[in-house]
């Protein structure tokens, strides 16, 4: 089932300091291409999954991918907002966005695409 969700990053500035796979980008644009990549493709996961304790050990399904996921972002006087449309589980959305960007996101709603 493919869901719509909205994501707040209220203090964009924050989330450059979530760790070693925090975003890199500054502006709204930037931090939806990183997020659309971390979501279309493994590459986030499997360098995170790659500095666990044991890496054979970290359940797969964290690893799904959806290539038609979409992400637009957009600046609202200092905070982003982003809309991610995608046929990926909540959990595995949260993940990423943990790894991304920290504590530093809000889920604000979630409908049917």
Sequence with gaps: M??????????????HTAGPFAFRSRGAEGVADELRAALRTDGLFQRWRAVQEDPDAVDPAMGAIDPDTTVTGTQNDLHVELVVVSSISSSVLRHRLRLLAGHAWQLRDVTAA
Excluded: E, K, N, Q
């Design 2 to 15: 493919t869901a719509r969700f909205f994501i707040s990053l209220p203090d964009p500035d924050a989330v």
